[in-house]
């Protein structure tokens, strides 16, 4: 069964730093662009940042918000996903989805993890 | 960035009856190789988006008939007609054609 399982999220304050993780099983991770997608409580789906596949070399981009403080990473020997989350802000407050781009469309998404961020 | 803008906000059906529900982009997301590509998701209370429609008017694999999506250009419409209990929740657009990725704002669709 194609699956994403996301970890590692909880209570930080201001400036903290998380990492998250992404575990994937039915799939092969490296064969996959895969995304950091975020929903803040009661709000709408924001776009967090991509890693490309192995054969594109593993190229990342972040939304602005996110450029410079976050960063994405793989494990291909665990098939996994992470996401650095450093000087983290309360409007960081959000569940994170992994999600896997299967050629042209986003096809399968994890639960989410929660990442609450308040002084 | 290119902004989606969904319409309406809320949709109270009857079950039984359609629903539709509208996208605007505020650039064109028909790329240069010919296709479009915007894609609607539904989010069920509690659960993680699920695909629905890829590339304006592609059903995804499961996805019942009753789904249709259409449009061009700027201007995008999903239509459920004979909505189900299992169809209610939260429906957001969002386009790939240019990073940032950037999804509609969401129309929750509820029982009447």
């Known amino acids: 069964d194609v699956q994403l399982v996301e970890s590692g999220g909880g209570w930080v304050q201001p400036g903290g730093s998380l990492r998250l993780s992404c575990a994937a099983s039915?799939?092969?991770?490296?064969?996959?662009?895969m995304d950091w997608v975020r929903q803040a409580p009661g709000k709408g789906l924001e776009w967090v940042g991509r890693?490309?596949?192995?054969?594109?070399?593993?190229?990342?981009e972040y939304a602005a918000s996110v450029k410079g403080r976050f960063s994405i990473s793989r494990d291909d020997s665990k098939n996994s996903l992470h996401l650095q989350m450093n000087s983290l802000r309360t409007e960081d407050t959000a569940v994170y989805h992994c999600?896997?781009?299967?050629?042209?469309?986003?096809?399968?998404w994890g639960k989410g993890t929660t990442v609450t961020v308040s002084s | 960035d290119i902004v989606m803008t969904q319409t309406p906000l809320s949709l109270s059906v009857t079950p039984g009856q359609s629903a539709s529900i509208s996208c605007k982009s505020s650039?064109?997301?028909?790329?240069?190789?010919?296709?479009?590509?915007l894609y609607w998701f539904l989010q069920r209370p509690g659960q993680s988006p699920q695909l629905l429609i890829s590339?304006?008017?592609n059903r995804f694999s499961g996805v019942p008939e009753r789904f249709s999506g259409s449009g061009s250009g700027t201007d995008f419409t999903l239509k459920i007609s004979r909505v189900e209990a299992e169809d209610f929740g939260v429906y957001y657009c969002m386009q790939s054609r240019q990073l940032p990725l950037t999804f509609g704002g969401g129309t929750k669709v509820e029982i009447k």
């Open positions: 590339e304006v008017f």
């Open positions: 999600a896997r781009w299967d050629y042209d469309y986003l096809d399968v």
């Open positions: 650039q064109s997301l028909l790329h240069s190789d010919g296709k479009t590509y």
């Open positions: 890693t490309t596949n192995k054969a594109n070399n593993y190229t990342t």
């Open positions: 039915g799939f092969t991770i490296s064969d996959h662009y």
